[in-house]
């Protein structure tokens, strides 16, 4: 099985700072690498596909980047609306998994 | 639209037997693939099962021989059968369309409790 591992796991910071988050893959994925944002009480929203495409009606501030099995969401300019909880998700093989989730944080 | 809603949920005893429903519109749940997700309370997300449009299962070891997933084509619903149900199955249990999942239900609770 793949694992996910999924780095930091709280981040605290502030609207208009630029942060990233990086997600570690066991083996290659390829670029089988989704990211999503999940606020409380919700169902999670994709934000990125495919490593790196932006899912349609997803703000330009969020990207995504891969380097191997390294794996990156960036947010350029933070939003009050963007706090919440990120996870990764790889589905390469058909047992797919996630990481294990960041919450970010006002600071 | 594509919807998806999901129904079934509710409190079980341990070893029992549950089946989930997501009832799918908008799309034709044969032509994707299709998951059940879960989420323990104050969890992250744990992939449970998926269905390819091909009709080939695969599931997460946690379920494997318990949980069966299927679908039924003429009601354009998908299904999840719960067997032998533990108290780590409590979670809410969503289905999703995709590799990446780019639509959801909004989750049914599931509480294996005596």
């Known amino acids: 099985d793949i694992q996910m591992t999924q780095s930091p796991s709280t981040l605290s910071a502030s609207v208009g700072d630029r942060v990233t988050i990086t997600c570690r893959a066991s083996q290659s994925i390829s670029s089988w690498l989704a990211w999503y944002q999940q606020k409380p009480g919700k169902a999670p929203k994709l934000l990125i596909y495919k490593a790196s495409s932006l899912e349609s009606g997803v703000p330009s501030r969020f990207s995504g980047s891969e380097s191997g099995t390294e794996f990156t969401l960036t947010i350029s300019s933070l939003q009050p609306d963007d706090f919440a909880t990120y996870y990764c998700q790889q589905y390469n093989s058909y047992q797919y998994s996630f990481g294990q989730g960041t919450k970010l944080e006002i600071k | 639209e594509v919807q998806l809603v999901e129904s079934g949920g509710g409190l079980i005893q341990p070893g029992g037997s549950l089946r989930l429903s997501c009832a799918a519109s908008?799309?034709?749940?044969?032509?994707?693939?299709m998951n059940w997700v879960r989420q323990a309370p104050g969890k992250g997300l744990e992939w449970v099962s998926l269905?390819?449009?091909?009709?080939?299962?695969y599931y997460a070891d946690s379920v494997k021989g318990r949980f069966t997933i299927s679908r039924d084509d003429s009601k354009n619903t998908l299904y999840l059968q719960m067997n032998s149900l533990r108290a780590e199955d409590t979670a809410v249990y969503y289905c999703?369309?995709?590799?990446?999942?780019?639509?959801w239900g909004q989750g049914t609770l599931v509480t294996v409790s005596s």
């Open positions: 269905i390819s449009g091909g009709g080939n299962t």
């Open positions: 999703a369309r995709g590799g990446a999942f780019g639509y």
């Open positions: 908008g799309f034709t749940v044969s032509s994707y693939y």
